[in-house]
């Protein structure tokens, strides 16, 4: 079973940050990728940041230059620290990752119950 717990979201003004947090618990055996995507009212689901075991970071090209996504894999959590909000990002953050239970075992996707980021004068 894996267990993850986001943080961090709320209200900010434009032009304000956050940093959000996603810790993952449970037996796991090995983490991929982590990662973070968004979904705003009557919009699909869309990554926003992820971040491969190796430290390499991926970002969409409408938050590169104001998000940056960071990892411990000691923590097995992943951050992303975003500025310069605007209200576009408004929107509930999930967390993802790609882990698997076992060694040798097939990876699977995870994901968080999602946290409100408000972004509104």
């Known amino acids: 079973q894996v267990h993850l717990v986001e943080s961090g979201g709320g209200l900010v003004q434009p032009g304000g940050s956050l940093r959000l947090s996603c810790a993952a618990s449970?037996?796991?055996?090995?983490?991929?990728?982590m990662g973070w995507y968004r979904q705003a009212p009557g919009k699909e689901r869309e990554l926003v940041a992820n971040?491969?075991?190796?430290?390499?970071?991926n970002y969409a090209g409408s938050v590169k230059g104001r998000f940056t996504i960071s990892r411990d894999n000691a923590k097995k959590t992943v951050y992303l620290q975003m500025n310069s909000l605007k209200p576009e990002d408004t929107a509930v953050y999930y967390c993802n990752i790609r882990a698997t239970l076992r060694i040798f075992a097939k990876y699977d996707d995870y994901w968080g119950q999602g946290t409100q980021v408000t972004v509104s004068s």
């Open positions: 449970g037996s796991i055996a090995n983490i991929l990728d």
């Open positions: 971040i491969n075991n190796g430290g390499t970071p």
